[in-house]
């Protein structure tokens, strides 16, 4: 028992702080900072689906908040088309309601659609691309012209997506003209979803799917020379991402009541990439404590340097990734690994130097 | 070993914690002025939100708005404030993104429990913050002008609506330029609202549309665009193309051999700062139309250039925008003086209804019922990078954010619909 304690990876511990935290967390603040942490918790239900792309399989995607937009797009079409036409479609001169979006009138529907689509449209483009090979950076730069032209096309058919000043008005989930969901009652559904995601991503990451997703980011080739179908776990891998992304976007956009081309372009999509990076991809941690950690730092920094926030964040970011690219909580792994190592070397030390010994190696490298 | 895991997750809880510390301690000194300002006692600031971006797409449009809500509420208090209460503003950057811009909007009503918020730039930041202050009960005073076809009950649309930038510049056109007329604007809201108005005022007026055309937000190449304007055979440009992408309209236009002496390109979207970069080379010539412009040749324009010259030396020009956020501010405080509490928001709404401020464009005035403005009509002539007013109204017309010409059916009720109509507002 004792010798499995030990073995319990460090970052759990992380998980499980983590998770206090947020449990308490709206017993302390503000209702608005509830309300915030549950659009940070969204992030960080999109920083595990694009972990386990990037982290685990090795597909760098520049293109995640395509699939995120896709859910909050669906969510934010349902709450305009409540109460009949909506101004900007009544503007562009159309009289009723378009076929395709009668679906989408029920906020269930439209969710589970918002799932749905982005799991299937990741799957399309999957299939298209891995199975002609594309990999490494041609798959990247693919992604990226797919997030341009993602918001480039939704600004240019603004006749049903209201164009660049997005869909505003969205209810937490109220269901046929009913009240919607209180701030903090939403903030607890999001994290306990957020908490089933990520504990369906850890359970995927250690089954077989996970561990041949693990291959192929190792090496691919020798993947196949065993007989496995490499392209085919790609293609699941990004279907179940896209899922997890759409799930993200259906929940963020009743959080902020809104959403536009900004949380779907080029820019979101680099966004994310840099939250797993800083918080260390590959481990599931890394992307939750990236995502919600920048995201504060950013609305906290910019509440008290107005002018110059993004420049000192900038810095903060440049420097996390400059000195421990493994991102912080991938570094903290890297520094128990090695202390298990050296520990089976060098039984014998002192207790106090070994506690000492983590801080000299953070601040030392 | 267990040394090692102790320390981990002390060092997450501390990071945590400092995290959420800065989070409650802000909340904390929120919540104690909120607890002094229920004995509203005299010497309390009375809080005030300044809600543009220092950062991003928009801010350099921004930068100057922020900079005259400085100058406006500086120059307030030092004439002894409202009622004998100073106003502290309070500014957050939006970073030119709509949803940063709903998360300020709640920081600023819900934390900092400003009475009011004098702020956005866009229509895209301004409909993110309407869910807000429908829900908290609160304020803003919209600065920008802008398309119209929305009246929100919380909010007060200090800007033009299209009809008081369009009813005189477009007669005025069409008698001394040409009939002849080709629509350009950017792939937006504000460009197609406007020129539905645009449209029906130049039919009323004898003149022909031969042309319509938009370009996606952003664009920068407006070849194809010049080529149709030179095979329509127009006589003039409506242009309601926005932002940056003016410079390489008005660039392209050149190039492509289109002249301004016999086909001005005519907009209601350029402001000063976008004059200096498209540069004058290329602005020679055409026509622009706004409530105001910095070259307006009045005392009280003067005096307003002069000061924000002499405060503010950042590379800031002063525009319709910044003039416009500074009357703001002004409304804003003669109506916090009209309210025996400041935080009662149906009243101070009620006060600026008929609500006048001598601005620096002249005399505007709050309408009685729709919350928009009764703002002045000018157009000028650019010439040597600098707009020479040819155009002035002799008062402020009145705003009609449904315009008659087009909706005749809201003429007599204050050119809107009901208040409790879906149409009044996205909802």
Known sequence: ???????????????????????????????????????????????????????????????????????????????????????????????????????????????????????????????????????????????????????????????????????????????????????????????????????????????????????????????????????????????????????????????????????????????????????????LTGAVFGALFINWAQSLLSEHFSSYWQLILGGVLLAIIFFIPNGIIGQIIELQRRRTVEGVKIKEQSNANKGAGLWRQIFSR | MKMKRIIALAASMVLMASLAGCGSTSSASAAKSSGSSDSSSD?????????????????????????????????????????????????????????????KI????????????????????????????????????????????????????????????????????????????????????????????????????????VGEEYAPLGQTDFSTICNKIKQSGADLVYSTVVGESNVSFYKDYKQYGLNPETCPICTISIEESVLQAIGTEYSEGNYASMPYFSSLDAPASKEFVDKYNKKFNDGTVVTVLTESAYSSCYLLAEALKKVDDPTDTDALIKAFNGLEFDAPQGKIKVDDYNHCTWVYSRFAKIHDGKFDIIYSSDKAIRPEPWPAVLYPQYKDTNFMPDWDDPICYPQ
């Open chain 2, 106 to 209: 709640k920081k600023l009503i819900e934390q900092d429990e400003v009475v009011a918020t004098v702020g956005c730039c866009t229509s895209a930041s301004r409909q993110a913050t309407l869910t807000t202050l429908k829900d908290d009960d609160s304020l803003l005073i919209y600065p920008t002008y802008t398309e119209g076809e929305e009246i929100h009950p919380n909010v007060i649309y200090v800007g033009a609506m299209p009809n008081q930038q369009a009813v005189d510049f477009i007669p005025y056109l069409l008698q001394n330029i040409g009939k002849k007329v080709f629509l350009v604007g950017s792939d937006y809201v504000f460009p197609k609202t406007c020129n539905k108005e645009a449209k029906a005022l130049i039919e009323q007026n004898g003149g022909e549309v």
């Open chain 1, 1 to 283: 028992m004792k010798s499995k304690l030990k073995d319990f990876p460090v970052n759990h511990y992380i998980d499980i702080a983590l998770l206090i935290f947020l449990i308490f967390f709206p017993l302390f603040v503000k209702t608005f900072r509830v309300e915030m942490m549950s659009r940070y918790l969204c992030f960080a239900i999109f920083a595990l689906s694009l972990d386990l792309l990037w982290g685990y399989t090795g597909l760098l995607s520049l293109g995640h908040a395509v699939l995120f937009g896709m859910g909050g797009y669906m969510i934010g079409i349902c709450y305009q088309i409540q109460n009949g036409l909506p101004a900007f479609m009544t503007r562009e001169g159309l009289t009723q309601i378009p076929w395709f979006y009668i679906p989408l009138k029920n906020p269930i529907a439209a969710a589970a659609i918002g799932i749905l689509i982005p799991a299937l449209f990741a799957m399309l483009l999957g299939f298209f691309m891995f199975s002609s090979k594309i990999k490494g950076v041609f798959f990247t730069i693919i992604t990226l012209a797919l997030a341009q032209i993602f918001s480039e096309f939704i600004i240019n058919v603004q006749k049903y997506t209201n164009g660049f000043n997005g869909l505003q008005g969205v209810k937490r989930f109220a269901i046929n003209g009913g009240e919607q969901l209180g701030k903090v009652q939403y903030y607890y559904i999001v994290l306990a979803i957020a908490v089933l995601v990520f504990i369906f991503c850890l359970w995927l990451s250690r089954s077989r799917i996970g561990k041949i997703a693990t291959s192929i980011r190792e090496n691919e080739a020798r993947l196949g020379f065993f007989g496995y179908q490499s392209s085919h776990y790609k293609i699941l891998i990004y279907t179940i991402s896209g899922a997890l992304a759409g799930l993200a976007g259906v929940l963020y956009t009743p959080a902020t009541s809104s959403i536009t081309t900004q949380d779907i372009g080029v820019a979101a999509s680099t966004a994310v990439v840099v939250w797993i990076a800083v918080g260390g991809r590959g481990n």
């Open chain 2, 43 to 103: 010497g309390d600031p009375i809080k005030v939100g300044v809600l543009f971006s220092a950062t991003g797409s928009t801010a350099i449009n921004e930068k100057t708005m922020t900079n005259a809500c400085i100058m406006a509420f500086d120059e307030i208090n030092a004439a002894g404030g409202i009622n004998g209460r100073k106003i502290e503003y309070i500014h957050e950057d939006y970073a030119s993104d709509p949803a940063k811009c709903t998360e």
